[in-house]
């Protein structure tokens, strides 16, 4: 991958969250572009780290993790679960809505897009952590908020690579929450092993 398809993907992801659609013809939409897109996966990467130690560290049941290798293998194995599985789920769920003509294009929108995701998130997630997870105040509101925003932004990439209804957009969404929370659940118990260990 070069640095220009790095831009090009960037940009188009950009105008995206503009809630314009042709952002869209900044994906080459080729076999080396899709893979060339999981390149985010390691632009994102430090600042997932960062979200993920943030909220660990405003909860008491987490941070007292002794084992931090161990930890930090399991998170390594959360973020290249998270960035396989959503794919494999996606491409059957775009043959079932007889979309998977755009798939190739919807991932590689997809994967850019979560640059711009993690870009919002983290400065919220720091409020957040910062006031303590369990806290209802304002830092609470702004990641809910943040949180809201990167949805809806999914929801409208998913509805305009996939050239989808709007709930049949929003699904993709909602597939993306419920695959997280699922691997997060599992790998809680994985942390806390290692706390225990």
């Known amino acids: 991958m070069t640095l220009q398809d790095a831009i090009r993907g960037f940009f188009g992801a950009w105008r995206l969250l503009h809630f314009d659609r042709t952002g869209l013809q900044y994906f080459q939409v080729s076999p080396a572009a899709f893979w060339h897109s999981f390149w ?9 780290a960062i ?3 943030l909220l660990l560290s405003g909860d008491p049941a987490t941070s007292t993790t002794s084992d931090t290798l161990h930890t930090t293998l399991i998170y390594l194995e959360i973020y290249a679960l998270q960035w396989l599985i959503f794919p494999l789920v996606i491409a059957g769920y775009t043959e079932m809505i007889q979309r998977s003509d755009r798939f190739v294009l919807f991932v590689i929108a997809w994967n850019w897009s979560s640059i711009i995701r993690a870009a919002i998130v983290l400065p919220a997630i720091a ?10 105040s304002w ?4 990641y809910i908020v943040a949180l809201g925003v990167t949805f809806v932004y999914g929801w409208f990439v998913a509805r305009s690579a996939l050239d989808a ?3 049949s957009a929003a699904m993709v969404v909602v597939i993306e929450i419920v ?9 809680q118990n994985l942390i806390g092993q290692a706390g225990a260990g």
């Open 165 to 167: 209804p709007p709930l």
């Open 40 to 48: 985010a996966a390691a632009i994102v990467l430090p600042a997932d």
């Open 179 to 187: 695959l997280a929370i699922l691997i997060w659940a599992g790998a």
């Open 127 to 136: 409020i957040f952590a910062n006031e303590g997870t369990d806290s209802a």
């Open 51 to 53: 979200a993920t130690l």
């Open 139 to 142: 830092g609470a509101a702004i």
